[in-house]
């Protein structure tokens, strides 16, 4: 409730601005779109994700539950493997082992990133929040440029310019819940550029299909990704155990690797067994892979 006053004070600040003649200020605009992010319903996302440069192009095809800043993926395509951000850390499930580390220790891990930030920054990290989407510290101005249309949607153009000279614009559809439909970052040796469309009626939060392109200082393109979202639902139970190991459905005796302690276990029964606790169990079962982790471990 408290969010969606936010959210209706914003609208009506942003009106009487209109009424007056005056352009909306710019962080009013960027609150407005962080705001309207953070509200997003518990939701499950199947999106279908394509990677292209000169030398090459992947597919990916993943689904993500999310609850606020909590999120589980499962990627399908080309391999499977699991993610998930419980509030606090992240766990990694390759198929072998789980991992835990700490968030900011495993920003690069892929894909866990907040899916709320989907389409407003141009390279979605496992560390952002929505909130950090908009960097003012690291910023000398931010302004309200002026009102532009992009295809045929009016929208109010902001520019952020960092102190080393580079920037961020954000072009937002204030009358339809404060979508971003495109965005460019610029920076000494390159640019990026996003495009956002929004042809879901029935999940107006999230662009449905994100166009993300990368260039080079002298303008060639770098890369191209193209997420879709091809199926959205909002709304969702979902069940405690999702954020937890146990939600992982891991086969027994899959080795659980915990990096923030430099410790492993292995899951059994529902619980992660110390291995100074599995050899004290005496003759049996031999802990799967073992002597792999003893001569090549990962932490």
Known sequence: ?????????????????????????????????????????????????????????????????????????????PEQARTM???????????????????????????????????????????????????????????????????????????????????????????????????EEKWLFGSRSLKNWYENSKYPWLPSRILTEEFLRNGDLRYRIEDRIVRAEANITIPKITWSLAGFNLPRKTIVLDTRKHTFGYWIDGRVMPAEEWNKLGPGESPPQLQRILQNPTF
């Open 1 to 77: 409730m408290k969010l969606r006053f936010s959210i209706i004070t914003i609208c009506f600040f942003l009106s009487s601005q209109f009424a007056f003649g005056g352009a909306p200020a710019a962080q009013s605009l960027l609150t407005g779109v962080q705001l309207a992010r953070e509200k997003i319903p518990p939701s499950r996302l199947t999106v279908e994700t394509t990677y292209s440069d000169v030398g090459k192009t992947n597919e990916l095809s993943w689904v993500v539950e999310f609850e606020g800043e909590l999120r589980r993926y499962e990627v399908t395509r």
């Open 85 to 183: 951000f419980d509030g606090r850390d992240a766990m990694v499930y390759s198929g072998r082992q789980v991992s835990l580390y700490n968030l900011s220790a495993n920003a690069t891990a892929s894909p866990l990133h907040d899916p709320r930030i989907m389409g407003i920054t141009g390279v979605p990290s496992c560390d952002m929040t929505v909130k950090t989407c908009f960097p003012y510290q690291f910023s000398s101005k931010v302004e309200t440029i002026g009102p532009e249309e992009i295809e045929a949607r009016s929208t109010w153009h902001v520019k952020m310019t960092y102190r080393d000279g580079g920037f961020i614009d954000w072009w937002i559809d204030v009358e339809n819940n404060f979508r971003v439909v495109r965005y």
